[in-house]
C-alpha cells in the first residue's frame, strides 16, 4: 500500500457502479470491475464523448478497489492546466490508478516521457491501469511513438449514450436514489426541453428536488412547467 497520496484529493460518494445508470454500457462496468480485482484485463481505456460519465466511472473503479483492499488514486487533467509532472512520483506503488482525460498530455514532450515511464514501472509491478479520453487511443495526438503504443494495449471500450428510453429511466433511477419519484411523462418532457447530457440533468435534478420541497409539492408536469419556467433558464 502507498504511504501517502502524492496529491490532495477525494472520491465522490455518490460516484459508485451502484449510483451509475448502465443502460447499454453494462459490459463496460462488468469489464472494469473485472480488471479491478484482477480477474480482467490489466489496462482498460474507455472512451465517449462528454457527459456520458467517463469521470464517474474511474472514481467508481477507485472506490471499487477501496472495497477489496486495494490502494488507489484517481485524477482528472485539464486542458491548459497541466500539473507538475512530478504528480507521478511513486505513482506506480498504488495498486489501481485511474487517469481521466488522457488526451490533454497529447503535445507536451515533458509528461508525455514522464507518463511512459510511470506506465513502464507501474505496469511491470503488475498493476492496474484505467485512462479515459474523449477518442480512441488510435486518434490521440501523443507524439512519443512508444506511448502512443502502450496507449493501445490492453481493453479499449467506447461508451455508448444513452437511448431516449434509457435517459428517461436514467432520470428516474437517479431521481429515486434522490429520495424522490419523477413520472415517465415529466422525464420526457426534461429530455425534449433541456440538455441530455447526465451531469446536467442530474444537476437540474437536484435543483427540482429543492424545489418541490420547499413547496411540499410532488413533481407534476403541471408543477415541473411551472417551477422550470420561474427558476430556471
Known sequence: MAEQLPVNFEFRANQTFKDFFAGSNQEIIDHLKNCVSGDGEQQVFIWGAQGLGKSHLLQACCQHAHQQQYSAFYFTLAPGQLPDPALLTDLDKFDVVCLDNIEYIAGDPVWEQAFFNFFNQHRSSGHKLIISAACAPGKLAIQLPDLKTRLSWGLALKLQPLSESDSIAALIFKADQMGFEISAQA???????????????????????????????????????KILAQTLP
Do not use: I
Request: net charge positive; glycine share 2%; aromatic share 10%.
Open 187 to 225: 422525464g420526457r418532457f426534461l429530455l425534449t426541453h433541456y440538455d441530455r447530457d447526465l451531469a446536467s440533468l442530474w444537476a437540474l435534478l437536484e435543483k427540482l428536488d429543492r424545489v418541490s420541497l420547499a413547496a411540499k409539492r410532488k413533481l407534476t408536469l403541471p408543477f415541473l412547467k
